[in-house]
C-alpha cells in the first residue's frame, strides 16, 4: 500500500475529491500523476495503466487511417486534390512530403495487417480512395477494376485475421477531375457523383463491410480547405494568403453540398 496527500482542489480525476491522507494500492511501477490546474501536489498518485477491462465488454479496439496518408500507388489510380496540393504548394506540407509513396501500403497492407493484428486490434478503419475506384470521379468513366481487387484483398485479409474492416469513403480526396469540371464539392453536381461511387462500394464490399463512415471530419475540410487554405484544395479569400475563393461564402456552400451528399 501507498500513502499519499495531494491537494484535491486543484486536481481533475475521474475518482472522488481526496481529504487529508488516503491509502491507494501500487498497481505498477510507473505510476501516471494525475493533471492539475495550479498548485503543487505533495506526492504523485500511482494510477493503474488502462487496459481491456477497463472497458465494457464488446468493446471496440482499432486503429484508422486515411488512403491519401498511407496507400501510396499514385500510378494505379486517379489523381486527387491532394496529389496536387502537395506538388503545387510543397511548402505547405511539413517537409514538403507527398502522398505518392506515402506508407505504401497499397503494395505493404498485408504488413499493415500483420501489425495490426499483432497489437491486438479488434478492427481497422481505413478510408477508400474514391480515384481509385472511379478515376475519374464519376461512374461514366469508367470503374478501375485494379482499386476494388487491392480493397477487397484487405478487407479479405483483414477478416482473415480477425479484424473487423471499418470503411469511411470520403477522407479529404476529391477527384482531380471532378475539382476541375465543376469544382468538387462547391457544386451541387458532385452528390450525384458521390452517390454513384458510394453505389459501387457498397456493391462491390457490402457482403463483408459492415461498419461505413460517410465523411471524415466534415467540419475540418470545409474549414482548412475553403476557409484558410491550409489543406488540399488550398482555397480562401485573397486577404487569407490565397489566390482563389471567398472564406465567408466557400465553407458553407462545400458544407452544404457535404450535407447532401451524407
Not at 492539475?36 to 501536489?41: F, L, N, S, V, Y
Not at 498511407?70 to 496529389?83: A, C, H, M, Q
Not at 452517390?195 to 463491410?209: L, M, Q, S
Amino acid at each position: 500500500m501507498a500513502l499519499v496527500s495531494i491537494p484535491s482542489t486543484n486536481c481533475f480525476s475521474a475518482r472522488p475529491p481526496l481529504e487529508g491522507k488516503v491509502r491507494l494500492p501500487l498497481t505498477n511501477k510507473k505510476p501516471g500523476p494525475v493533471t492539475c490546474r495550479i498548485g503543487k501536489m505533495d506526492e504523485v498518485r500511482p494510477m493503474p495503466y488502462f487496459g481491456r477491462k477497463n472497458f465494457p465488454p464488446g468493446f471496440t479496439f482499432g486503429a484508422a487511417s486515411s488512403a491519401y496518408q498511407v496507400e501510396g500507388g499514385v500510378e494505379e489510380r486517379g489523381p486527387n486534390i491532394w496529389d496536387t496540393f502537395t506538388h503545387t504548394y510543397p511548402e505547405k506540407i511539413e517537409g514538403h512530403s507527398n502522398g505518392d509513396i506515402a506508407c505504401d501500403s497499397y503494395h505493404r497492407y498485408k504488413e499493415d495487417v500483420h501489425q495490426l493484428k499483432h497489437m491486438g486490434m479488434d478492427a481497422y478503419r481505413f478510408s477508400i480512395a474514391w480515384a481509385r475506384i472511379l478515376p475519374k470521379g464519376n461512374i461514366e468513366s469508367g470503374i478501375n477494376q485494379d482499386g476494388i481487387d487491392y480493397y477487397n484483398k484487405l478487407i479479405n485479409d483483414l477478416i482473415e485475421n480477425g479484424l473487423s474492416p471499418h470503411v469511411t469513403l470520403f477522407h479529404w480526396d476529391v477527384p482531380q477531375a471532378l475539382e476541375d469540371e465543376y469544382g468538387g464539392f462547391l457544386d451541387h453536381k458532385i452528390v450525384q457523383n458521390f452517390k454513384e461511387y458510394c453505389e459501387v462500394c457498397f456493391k462491390e464490399f457490402g457482403d463483408r463491410v459492415k461498419h461505413w463512415i460517410t465523411l471524415n471530419e466534415p467540419w475540418s475540410f470545409c474549414s482548412l480547405g475553403y476557409g484558410v487554405g491550409r489543406h488540399a484544395p488550398g482555397r480562401c479569400s485573397a486577404a487569407m494568403g490565397c489566390t482563389s475563393g471567398d472564406s465567408l461564402t466557400e465553407p458553407y456552400i462545400v458544407a452544404a453540398q457535404l450535407i447532401l451528399a451524407h
